[in-house]
């Protein structure tokens, strides 16, 4: 048996060597089985061998492999995807949202026990846990990495996170150009691979609707360009004016005003959405419809979220906006605009002390959102 594995091994580095990777080919590369992207070579995988046997009923190793490589065949005819991108290289402040696809799909099918009909999860991206994006590395480092994770292939594949998720989008775009795709962070950098594919879906006909305590409009950061602070700055060059809608914002060195001067991005402060949800809501898909957008991607950092109900991320924030009216608001711009797309982001369940991260309250709040969008 040893040696026919071998031999197995050896056809397929064979193959993806002397053969044009197709999309799938590259999927199969570029994925792991749930839970297993993050680098967790000692205790932590156990976590993973918990969220396989929920999701699909074993923790044996090679039963878990083929169940999940078995959804690349629904690929096609999916009407939507998730992606967990286990990086929280991106942060800057407390880590910990490298866990956040792995808590986030505990305490989902601890609360919804499947995911809808026609969604199917694609894994994560596998995450080498110093890498960001690949323009931040060496000749060297990239030649190297990339025999780890690639043996026998001689394509420059990428090799960090960012990355790796904008080479998934785009194959999973040239499989199924009408799917819908939803992110599990992860740090808020994450959401700069998904800019990309709207962009290579929508040129700059689409709009963002950005739940979060920060602007994330830093133009760099410490001279970092794709990071949590700085995504939503990147996002303006595919976007037109006033297509970026961030709402929950709090925490922040500039003011309403001085953004409004430096960057076209329409902003509700949470102290103004306090007290007058119903009111934002309506004004929040006024304004999209107004600009003629008609395809929305939600991008949803939990620190948004008031501190009292999300505390397990890695800059809470108290003052923030109630959890139902954020779920309200994704369902009213759902049931008004085409939402092709979104994510959840920045929930680390480490930080809350939990082991059980089906029970920790961020995780549970993530997933429903999660589900609020993807339903």
């Known amino acids: 048996m040893l040696r026919v ?3 197995k091994i ?3 580095r064979l193959y993806f060597k002397f053969m044009a990777l197709t999309a799938l080919d590259k999927l199969r590369l570029f994925l792991r089985p749930p839970g ?5 070579p000692s205790t932590g995988g156990g976590y993973a061998q918990r969220l396989h046997e929920t999701m699909y009923g074993s923790a044996d190793p090679k039963q878990v492999q083929n169940l999940w490589e078995e959804t690349f065949q629904k690929i096609r005819r999916a009407e939507g995807f998730i992606l967990g991108v286990p990086s929280d290289t991106g942060a800057g402040i407390m880590k910990g949202a490298n866990f956040g696809p792995l808590g986030v799909r505990e305490a989902y099918f601890d609360q919804f026990q499947a995911y809808p009909k026609n969604i199917i999860d694609l894994g994560d991206v596998i995450c080498v846990p110093h890498f960001l994006h690949d323009e931040m590395l060496s000749p060297y480092q990239l030649t190297a990495t990339r025999k780890e994770l690639y043996p026998g292939q001689e394509e420059p594949l990428p090799v960090s996170p960012l990355s790796i998720a904008e080479g998934v989008l785009k194959a999973v775009f040239e499989l199924n150009p009408q799917a819908r795709v939803y992110l599990i962070g992860g740090d808020h950098s994450v ?7 709207c962009h290579s879906r929508f040129g700059k006909d689409f709009g963002v609707l950005h739940f979060d305590a920060h602007t994330d409009l830093m133009t760099s950061r410490l001279g970092v360009d794709y990071c ?6 990147q996002a303006l060059k595919f976007l037109k004016p006033h297509h970026l809608v961030q709402v929950g914002i709090r925490s922040s060195a500039k003011t309403k005003a001085q953004w409004a001067e430096l960057h076209p991005v329409t902003q509700f402060w949470a102290p103004e959405v306090l007290g007058h949800e119903a009111q934002i809501i309506q004004k929040v898909c006024q304004h999209f419809s107004e600009k003629g957008i008609k395809s929305i991607y939600i991008s949803n950092d939990i620190d948004g979220t008031d501190s009292s109900e999300a505390s397990a991320t890695g800059t809470p924030e108290p003052a923030g906006l109630k959890s139902e009216f954020v779920k309200e608001l994704i369902s009213e711009v759902k049931s008004r605009f085409s939402v092709f797309g979104g994510d959840v982001v920045e929930v680390a369940p480490p930080l809350s002390g939990k082991k059980e991260f089906k029970e920790e309250a961020t995780c549970r709040l993530g997933a429903q959102y999660l589900h609020e969008l993807i339903q």
């Not at 959401?191 to 594919?197: E, H, K």
């Not at 949590?228 to 700055?233: E, L, P």
Request: glycine share 4%; aromatic share 24%.
């Open 5 to 7: 594995h071998r031999r």
């Open 10 to 12: 050896l056809l397929q």
């Open 36 to 40: 297993k992207g993050i680098y967790t």
């Open 191 to 197: 959401s700069w691979p998904s800019m990309v594919y």
């Open 228 to 233: 949590f602070a700085t995504w939503a700055y």
